[in-house]
């Protein structure tokens, strides 16, 4: 079985200080990894997957996220925030083991601060 | 036009009203899907379509009803909803089924409102 949890509901930051968005997951299976963004009124959008090749993963709008299997975790981050990275952010879970369920977590929302 | 399309972006029905949702991908993707966003909710898979067959029916009520028609289009048929359906309502396609491997690139949603 699989879940995904992302460890805050809420997270502000100042404008050009680092984002740290937590997610946590538990997968039998070798998982596939990814962080999708949300903004108001639109549909999400994806901003990195992790597929079983580099753990560090680069994604759009300088967004990036590390696999630490030890950890189950796959934490989002961003060196300087920009006001529009006011967004809801979730991490999605997926095993590879031939199945099209992907697990959402219930979404984090970022605040950028002036 | 690219990407997922779905409209209306907004729909405001009463209980006993018959509407439809409509989901149109232009990435030339085989596989489709229905999702409900509800407040403080995880995302929710509702249907599953590959090559226009449904391959998912997540325990969803019969006052849902989807439609594929082509592997390009996709339709959520609404009936005598209840005022818990409303959510918004997104639509995702992805190249293929069954890897995990793949993303999905999602609509903007439709905004559903019963009243």
């Known amino acids: 079985a699989q879940s995904v949890t992302q460890l805050d509901s809420h997270v502000s930051v100042s404008e050009g200080t680092p984002v740290l968005l937590r997610c946590n997951y538990s997968?039998?299976?070798?998982?596939?990894l990814f962080w999708y963004v949300q903004h108001p009124n639109k549909g999400l959008q994806l901003l990195l997957k992790?597929?079983?090749?580099?753990?560090l993963v680069k994604g759009i709008n300088g967004f990036e996220a590390e696999f630490k299997k030890s950890e189950t975790s796959f934490h989002l981050t961003k060196p300087s925030a920009h006001m529009s990275d006011a967004a809801e952010y979730f991490c999605?879970?997926?095993?590879?083991?031939?199945?099209?369920?992907?697990?959402f977590g219930t979404g984090t929302r970022l605040k950028v601060l002036a | 036009e690219t990407g997922v399309t779905q409209t209306p972006r907004h729909l405001v029905m009463g209980m006993t009203n018959k509407k439809s949702l409509k989901c149109e991908q232009h990435?030339?993707?085989?596989?489709m899907y229905w999702y409900k966003q509800s407040a403080k909710k995880p995302l929710e898979l509702m249907f599953v379509?590959?090559?226009?067959?449904?391959?998912e029916n997540n325990s969803v009520p019969s006052r849902f009803s989807p439609e594929c028609p082509n592997s390009s289009h996709l339709f959520l048929h609404l009936h005598t909803l209840q005022p818990e359906d409303s959510a918004l309502y997104l639509c995702?396609?992805?190249?293929?089924?069954?890897?995990?491997?793949?993303?999905?690139?999602f609509g903007n949603g439709t905004r559903l409102t019963v009243t």
């Open positions: 995702a396609s992805s190249q293929d089924l069954g890897t995990g491997v793949i993303p999905l690139h």
């Open positions: 997968s039998s299976y070798s998982p596939s």
């Open positions: 992790y597929t079983s090749a580099a753990t």
């Open positions: 999605v879970v997926s095993d590879r083991s031939g199945t099209y369920k992907y697990i």
């Open positions: 990435l030339g993707h085989n596989a």
């Open positions: 379509y590959s090559l226009e067959e449904r391959v």
